[in-house]
């Protein structure tokens, strides 16, 4: 059955490749579903590094004379 979702060609190592199929075989899951997982999980690493580099960066320029307390904000 065709599916709607976009598809990806991905070309890699044959190491890489077993071990994404050893993966999905340990799991019971679909190679495709495996490496979408896999893809899934690394973006959610990388927004992780991202958001917080975003947080140390805003750190930086915290003065706490100038923070609200919970009282002001509530």
Known sequence: MPTKNPRINIVMEKPLYDSIQYLAERDGVSLSLKARS???EALE???DIGLG????EREKSFLRKKALKHDEVW
């Open 38 to 40: 896999l893809i899934k």
């Open 45 to 47: 690493i990388e927004e």
């Open 53 to 56: 580099t975003f947080a140390e």
